[in-house]
């Protein structure tokens, strides 16, 4: 039995129902699966909703390359200027500091294990939820730390581009460990977009490759080692794990954020003699080809999550929302393309969710979901 549909809009950040009053959710189909629907009139640019994530992790690889990021909301920790030097290889001032976003001054870690968070409001929902479970403690550095060996494990087998991250299941089984009402919260990521056995298999197979049968196993092993809880023991079997795979395949959003990127939209903001805004934009310009010869195209802090709304909305390669991070953290804006009338889907792309506006300093860059081919995505819109 899943959850009810008005868990639905549970981690909707908008004031005093925005989202109920504005969408539904009805099933479509057995092939289609659920959709979003709008049930009055919705203005092209309006914000539709913001949602924060039921559990979202930074890619692996991600973090080991230093990209410096919350460990709750993925918020960017780097300055402005610090973010430009690592990913230019060299020291570089930034014109109009007083741009950068970041509060160092805010920013904690924990005292166990030191992990790193924005803000104390992040540190501690990060330990009501799911932290009490994975902090490693002391053994932050031991490599043989059931934790980190299938941290490890992942890393092996999952290289950049990355798509996801297997401590997506695992905080995941954190939160319902720690959860008071174990119940709702497994029948909460029982809403998710489920597959058949053989569907399963593929998108595990896009994840992991030609041997993903055994290496599927190896860290269903080393999962199983590092969490195993009787309370959802049917996760840790065979079929369960790759069912559990599976979701996190077809329903994990990439997730971007960059303090140089926000840095960027502040500059564009400001009021500027023509002479001084002229100078500014070459500046930023000149600054994204150089970073571009020296990392390509690894600009942000990236990660995955699953959101429980946007997961309703199917895919359409003509889209009339989209998605996008303009906090620098883990919310999620759903954003009007078009005017959109009630009783009308709303349906989005897969698309750069870093990407700027302004095509003068657009990158090519593209988050991707986790899928590696939108066309496979159970919820990808008909005729698209």
């Given at each position: ?151 490890e494990a992942w890393r092996n087998i999952h290289y950049p581009p990355e798509t996801s991250s297997i401590m997506l299941m695992a905080r995941m089984v954190a939160t319902v460990k720690q959860a008071k009402d174990k119940d709702w919260w497994i029948k909460l990521f029982a809403q998710f977009c489920s597959k058949t056995a053989n569907e399963e298999e593929e998108i595990v197979h896009k994840l992991l490759g030609d041997k993903f ?172």
């Amino acid at each position: 039995m899943a959850a009810p549909m008005s868990d639905t809009f549970s981690f909707c950040m908008d004031p005093a129902g925005q989202a109920r009053r504005a969408l539904e959710v009805r099933f479509i189909s057995n092939v289609k699966g659920k959709g979003l629907f709008a049930t009055r009139n919705i203005k092209k640019g309006e914000t539709i909703f913001v949602e924060k994530p039921v559990v979202s992790a930074q890619f692996l690889w991600n973090a080991l390359y230093k990209y410096r990021a919350c460990d709750h909301c993925l918020r960017a920790l780097e300055t402005a200027e610090e973010n430009a030097q690592r990913l230019l290889g060299k020291p570089q001032a930034l014109p109009h500091p007083e741009q950068c976003s970041i509060r160092k001054e805010l920013h904690q870690h924990c005292p166990a294990c030191q992990v790193a968070y924005c803000s104390a409001e992040c540190r501690q929902l990060a330990w009501e939820q799911y932290h009490q479970v994975l902090c490693l403690g002391p053994s932050r550095q031991d490599p043989n730390h059931p934790l980190s060996k299938l941290q490890e494990a992942w890393r092996n087998i999952h290289y950049p581009p990355e798509t996801s991250s297997i401590m997506l299941m695992a905080r995941m089984v954190a939160t319902v460990k720690q959860a008071k009402d174990k119940d709702w919260w497994i029948k909460l990521f029982a809403q998710f977009c489920s597959k058949t056995a053989n569907e399963e298999e593929e998108i595990v197979h896009k994840l992991l490759g030609d041997k993903f049968k055994g290496q599927l196993e190896v860290l269903r092993v080393l999962f199983t080692e590092a969490l195993y809880d009787d309370h959802l023991s049917r996760w840790f079997s065979p079929e369960g794990f790759r069912s559990l795979f599976a979701l996190v395949g077809t329903n994990g959003q990439g997730i971007g954020t960059s303090s140089l990127s926000q840095w960027v939209h502040a500059c564009d903001a400001l009021e500027l003699p023509p002479q001084e805004r002229e100078q500014l934009d070459a500046f930023i310009n000149q600054l994204y080809k150089d970073i571009e010869r020296e990392t390509g195209e690894f600009l942000n802090c990236e990660g995955s999550g699953l959101y429980m709304l946007q997961s309703c909305c199917n895919h359409s390669c003509i889209p009339n929302a989209e998605t996008s991070f303009p906090d620098n953290n883990f919310l999620l804006h759903l954003t009007a393309l078009e005017d959109i009338g009630p009783g009308e889907e709303i349906c989005i792309s897969y698309l750069d969710c870093c990407q700027r506006e302004r095509s003068r300093h657009s990158r090519n860059k593209t988050l991707r979901t986790t899928l590696a081919n939108g066309a496979s995505c159970c919820r990808h819109a008909a005729g698209a």
